[in-house]
T-cell receptor, first 115, second 114 residues
Framework: QQQVKQSPQSLIVQKGGISIINCAYENTAFDYFPWYQQFPGKGPALLIAIRPDVSEKKEGRFTISFNKSAKQFSLHIMDSQPGDSATYFCAARTYSGGSNYKLTFGKGTLLTVNP | EAGVTQFPSHSVIEKGQTVTLRCDPISGHDNLYWYRRVMGKEIKFLLHFVKESKQDESGMPNNRFLAERTGGTYSTLKVQPAELEDSGVYFC????????????FGPGTRLTVT
C-alpha cells in the first residue's frame, strides 16, 4: 500500500520551462510535507517543505502548492535549468511519539532539463 | 562539518552471503534512521534509533536484517543471509534531538545480491 503517490515518473523540460511534479496522500495524520532533491551518487537533500495549514510556499524558483481538502501537493520549478536535472521525491511526515518523526516517500520523479 | 557518511558505497554479494553496511551520522545527532529504496520504488523507512535505542523498527522487512548502534554513534545494518530481493540502495539519515529537525541523508550504499 503506497501512502504517497507521485507522478510523473519522469519528466523532460526545456530550459526556461516550468516543471511540475504532483503528489497525493491518504493519511490525514501527515503533518509536514517536504520535497527532496537527489543528484546521482548523492543522498536526498531537503529542497523545500510545507505545513498543511499553508496553501503555498515559495523559495526562489521553487514553489509548493498544497491542497488539503484534495490531499494533494505539488512542486513547481520555474525557469527550469539544466542544473535542476535530478530525481525529486515528495514525502510526508508522521509523528508517532518521543522523537520519532517518520518520513513516507513517493516513488520519485526523474527530471531532465534540456539546454 | 562532515555530513552523514556510509560505507561501502557499493557492495555486490551472492545470495546467501552476509553483508554489513555502516553509517556514521553527523556528530551530535542522536537520531539515526535507515531507509531503503528498491529500484523504481519509493524510499522506505526501515528503522529509527535514538542514541543506542531502537525507537521504531516497524519497517524492517524480516529477521534477516539486524541493525545496531553501539554507543550511540555509528550504526551498522547487517543482512544475513542476503536474498535477491534485498538489492537496492540503503540510505542512512540523522537529525538532532529535541524536535522535528531536518533529516540529513547520506549518499547511500548500493547493495546488489546476485
Amino acid at each position: 500500500q503506497q501512502q504517497v503517490k507521485q507522478s510523473p515518473q519522469s519528466l523532460i523540460v526545456q530550459k526556461g520551462g516550468i516543471s511540475i511534479i504532483n503528489c497525493a496522500y491518504e493519511n490525514t495524520a501527515f503533518d509536514y510535507f517536504p520535497w527532496y532533491q537527489q543528484f546521482p551518487g548523492k543522498g536526498p537533500a531537503l529542497l523545500i517543505a510545507i505545513r498543511p495549514d499553508v496553501s503555498e510556499k515559495k523559495e526562489g524558483r521553487f514553489t509548493i502548492s498544497f491542497n488539503k481538502s484534495a490531499k494533494q501537493f505539488s512542486l513547481h520549478i520555474m525557469d527550469s535549468q539544466p542544473g535542476d536535472s535530478a530525481t525529486y521525491f515528495c514525502a510526508a511526515r508522521t509523528y508517532s511519539g518521543g522523537s520519532n518523526y517518520k518520513l513516507t516517500f513517493g516513488k520519485g520523479t526523474l527530471l531532465t532539463v534540456n539546454p | 562539518e562532515a555530513g552523514v557518511t556510509q560505507f561501502p558505497s557499493h557492495s555486490v554479494i551472492e545470495k546467501g552471503q552476509t553483508v554489513t553496511l555502516r553509517c556514521d551520522p553527523i556528530s551530535g545527532h542522536d537520531n539515526l534512521y535507515w531507509y531503503r529504496r528498491v529500484m523504481g520504488k519509493e524510499i522506505k523507512f526501515l528503522l529509527h534509533f535514538v542514541k543506542e535505542s531502537k525507537q521504531d523498527e516497524s519497517g524492517m522487512p524480516n529477521n534477516r536484517f539486524l541493525a545496531e548502534r553501539t554507543g550511540g554513534t555509528y550504526s551498522t545494518l547487517k543482512v544475513q543471509p542476503a536474498e535477491l530481493e534485498d538489492s537496492g540502495v540503503y540510505f542512512c539519515a540523522s537529525s538532532q534531538s529535541g524536535g522535528p529537525y531536518e533529516q540529513y541523508f547520506g549518499p547511500g550504499t548500493r547493495l546488489t545480491v546476485t
